[in-house]
């Protein structure tokens, strides 16, 4: 059993800062991708940010030079800082890691973190 779990997501004002982490746990053997999506409210979900394991990052255009992507390989964990916040970056955000867990190669999703971006 794969789990991920997100933390960081809160209530912030335009302009500024949040931090999302999140930590795989349970049977990994390996983890490829990792990454962010979001949906914000009455809208689909949207990939955000990913990050493969040897580095090489995908970032949306409506995050360029505003959100940074991360992972520690070691802990298990991806992060996303989120700069410059604006009110259209309300959304619940989910962590997503494509792992191995001995048998196949899947899909994990987190439960979601809400972010709300306002004043």
């Known amino acids: 059993q794969v789990q991920l779990v997100e933390s960081g997501g809160a209530l912030v004002q335009p302009g500024g800062s949040l931090r999302l982490s999140c930590t795989a746990s349970g049977r990994i053997f390996s983890i490829n991708r990792v990454g962010w999506y979001r949906q914000p409210p009455g809208k689909e979900r949207e990939l955000v940010a990913t990050?493969?394991?040897?580095?090489?990052?995908n970032l949306a255009d409506f995050v360029q030079g505003r959100f940074f992507i991360s992972r520690d390989n070691a802990k298990n964990t991806v992060a996303l800082q989120m700069n410059s916040l604006k009110p259209d970056d309300t959304a619940v955000y989910y962590c997503?890691?494509?792992?191995?867990?001995?048998?196949?190669?899947?899909?994990?999703w987190g439960q979601g973190t809400q972010v709300t971006v306002s004043s």
């Open positions: 997503i890691g494509d792992i191995y867990d001995g048998r196949t190669v899947r899909r994990y």
């Open positions: 990050i493969t394991s040897d580095g090489r990052t």
